[in-house]
């Protein structure tokens, strides 16, 4: 059984930085496309950052760029979201998702728009105070 556990999450002042993982479990290899997204009280969800195929390629929102940074250790089967330059407005639920296998890394990126994944975690909050 496919399992994916986040951690990391907490209560930090703007300016600040948090690291969250994403440990998986029930799956023996790499996971071709994973990515995290967050949902606000109130808002839609969004996708924040993808990674495909290891690292060959990354996606991340405009509103995260040059500030978040996206990367998977195989050998850990770990997703991790090293998080600098908090904003409050960073403040949300953030989950990771995962899936087995995706064509190519223009499919991987396709889904921070429509957040087609078949496995995901259950969320750490993460909250930004000013």
């Known amino acids: 059984q496919v399992q994916l556990v986040e951690s990391g999450g907490g209560s930090v002042q703007a300016g600040g930085s948090l690291r969250l993982s994403c440990a998986t479990s029930g799956y023996g290899y790499r996971w071709s496309c994973m990515g995290w997204f967050r949902q606000a009280p109130g808002n839609k969800r969004e996708g924040v950052a993808l990674?495909?195929?290891?690292?060959?390629?990354?996606f991340y929102a405009d509103s995260v760029k040059g500030r978040f940074t996206i990367s998977q250790d195989n050998a850990k089967n770990t997703l991790y979201l090293e998080m600098n330059s908090l904003k409050p407005e960073d403040t949300a639920m953030y989950y990771c998702?995962?899936?087995?296998?995706?064509?190519?890394?223009?499919?991987?990126?396709?889904?921070?728009?429509?957040?087609?994944?078949?496995?995901w975690g259950q969320g750490t909050q993460v909250t930004v105070s000013s």
């Open positions: 990674i495909y195929s290891g690292g060959r390629n990354t």
């Open positions: 998702a995962a899936d087995e296998y995706v064509v190519n890394d223009f499919f991987c990126g396709a889904k921070m728009r429509s957040g087609d994944f078949g496995n």
